[in-house]
């Protein structure tokens, strides 16, 4: 046993704020009132129904996280947003089409009830996308100020004890990082002068930060992988985390791709392909937007294979990712995934995966999971990237110069040792003595 960190208690109500109210965090909002409503349990969410072994095998104890971390209860959550296009949670649910109507008629008074804030919105970021509730300001230090002014609006009018903001809204386009990004002053003094590569969700993560609001960035878009906004975390002693939900298709890579390392069978081509007809898959149609979600995409494999490392076995892997917006599936996009490997003397083989996903239903508890396990991080004195959220996202963000994990077990068990160590307990290295 070690000392245990000083975590504040989850006392209060806890305000989750997401920029974006469309498929992703209408859903959630929905599967959250709905399990407060039927007791039912909240599938795929780790904190809520995962359990976590302490000590050795024998002593038995395996509470679950929600048991063993002092985590903000579902029924202390408060949700608010902003959104270009929907006036509240319904409407954005309705016409997102992921849930029946039936499963939202029970509802439906408490999702219209949250309603949506206008946006900071610019459309160079989002072509696919005409915003039409956004904000009157039109300089961006302005448009800080307004968040800032939400921000503690919605707090105040809340009652909530705290906050928490997690990015649920459209891919930005592409972009890499410029001069108004390497400090906070050159990033302040950018957002004065109207600069031109300040995107929205920067303004977002600004403004959070500036308020004391943890952010975790829950799409591909350069938001919090910027030093000013490193810079800005650390000084202010937020956490953020981030990038890009890992849902179906990079799920599906991180859980296989370790599998063939595991047993050194080797890899020459990895092509996936995905249809998909939500708002996302519309955004995603547009080149610029699309770059930004095939660079999160294709940076999974090379650290979990160290090509580096076993050149005659990954060194030269063809990776094709698309994307295809196909209106009529909706929500319930489609991954097909062919893999060629060689095994034995090099012979070939292949792997054919099919999935039929709902993209809403799997970001839905990672969305709960953030918000839950950030406030639990700023209740614990943390600051700069977590990277121990690294098992969320498909580009995770790394705290330091090494670079980031993919490897989903390894995130797994960097998550629940960091649980441990906060909680005093020793870390589980699964050696035969544990």
């Not at 970021?125 to 503690?152: C, F, H, P, Y």
């Not at 294709?298 to 490392?309: A, C, N, R, S, W």
């Amino acid at each position: 046993m070690t000392s245990p960190r000083a975590i504040e208690p989850a006392q209060g109500k806890l305000g989750v704020l997401m920029p974006g109210l469309g498929a992703v965090a209408s859903t959630f909002i929905a599967g959250v009132l709905h399990a407060r409503k039927t007791g039912d349990a909240p599938l795929g969410s780790v904190s809520q129904m995962a359990h976590i072994r302490l000590g050795r095998r024998e002593d038995n104890r395996n509470p679950r996280i929600k048991e063993f971390v002092p985590l903000a209860g579902l029924d202390d959550l408060v949700f608010g947003g902003w959104d270009p296009l929907s006036p509240n949670v319904l409407e954005a649910a309705t016409t997102a089409g992921v849930m029946k109507d039936a499963d939202l008629a029970a509802i439906s008074g408490e999702l219209e009830g949250i309603v949506a804030m206008d946006a900071v919105f610019e459309q160079k970021w989002v072509s696919r996308i005409d915003g039409v509730r956004v904000k009157s300001e039109t300089n961006k230090w302005e448009q800080a100020e307004a968040l800032m002014t939400d921000i503690e609006t919605f707090r105040v009018e809340n009652e909530c004890d705290r906050l928490v903001m997690v990015w649920c809204a459209s891919t930005e386009a592409f972009q890499e990082a410029s001069d108004v990004h390497r400090s906070i002053d050159s990033f302040e003094a950018g957002l004065k002068e109207n600069d031109t590569n300040i995107s929205p969700s920067q303004i977002y993560a600004y403004a959070a930060l500036m308020s004391g609001v943890p952010f975790a960035n829950g799409a591909p878009n350069l938001t919090t992988d910027l030093p000013c906004i490193v810079e800005l975390s650390e000084r202010e002693g937020v956490p953020i985390c981030g990038k890009d939900f890992k849902t179906g298709q990079t799920l599906i890579k991180t859980l296989i791709a370790p599998g063939l390392k595991s047993r050194m069978l080797g890899i020459r081509g990895w092509y996936s392909t995905n249809i998909l007809g939500n708002r996302d898959g519309e955004v995603l149609d547009a080149p610029e937007n699309f770059q930004t979600k095939e660079n999160s995409k294709l940076g999974v494999l090379d650290t979990i294979l160290q090509p580096e490392v076993y050149p005659s076995l990954y060194g030269n892997i063809d990776h094709k990712v698309r994307i295809d917006y196909y209106p009529p599936r909706g929500d319930e996009k489609e991954g097909w995934d062919n893999i060629d490997i060689f095994g034995w003397l090099g012979y070939p083989m292949q792997i054919k995966i099919n999935l039929l996903a709902r993209d809403s239903i799997l970001a839905a508890p990672i969305v709960l999971d953030l918000a839950l396990f950030m406030d639990l991080a700023s209740r614990a004195g943390e600051s700069g990237v977590q990277e121990w959220l690294s098992f969320y996202f498909k580009a995770p963000q790394a705290s330091g110069p090494a670079k980031p994990e993919h490897d989903i077990f390894i995130q797994q068990t960097k998550m629940k040792n960091t649980l441990r160590e906060w909680m005093g307990e020793i870390p589980v290295t699964h050696s035969e003595a544990g």
